[in-house]
């Protein structure tokens, strides 16, 4: 059973010949759908890369390796894919496709400037 924020095995299989194949000589390199999931986990969950689980191996492995795909356009190639099996499945309503974008303005005191007409610290003002 494929645990929460992995990918399952369909979907791997559709994507795997995009990840580097192992090398044979050297370091051996950390499974390829590890650290996927492992991406996939902090991508979602939304913590920081840090507070990773133990299971997907070192945090600094994976964050590299989300660099390097990231980088080698690795993750555009991987959506391509699914959304052209899901809509040759006849799964996608193109229809309901959207892009939604919010922007909030931060308060000048967010920024760590005084509150106008708020009270100073006796402390700090000359």
């Known amino acids: 059973m494929v645990k929460r924020y992995e990918i399952p095995d369909a979907a791997w299989e559709l994507v795997a010949d995009l990840f580097e194949q192992p090398r044979r000589s050297g370091r051996p390199r950390a499974d390829d759908r590890l650290m996927l999931n492992g991406v996939l986990w902090v991508l979602c969950s939304g913590a920081a890369w840090r507070d990773m689980p133990e299971r997907f191996g070192p945090w600094s492995t994976v964050y590299q ?62």
Do not use: C, Y
Request: net charge positive; charged share 25%; proline share 3%.
């Open 65 to 126: 390796r989300f660099r390097d795909w990231r980088n080698q356009g690795t993750f555009d190639l991987m959506l391509k894919r699914l959304h052209i099996k899901l809509n040759e499945q006849g799964l996608i309503d193109l229809e309901t496709w959207m892009i939604d974008s919010t922007a909030v303005r931060a308060t000048l005191a967010s920024s760590g400037a005084g509150k106008k007409g708020g009270l100073m610290n006796p402390q700090t003002t000359p």
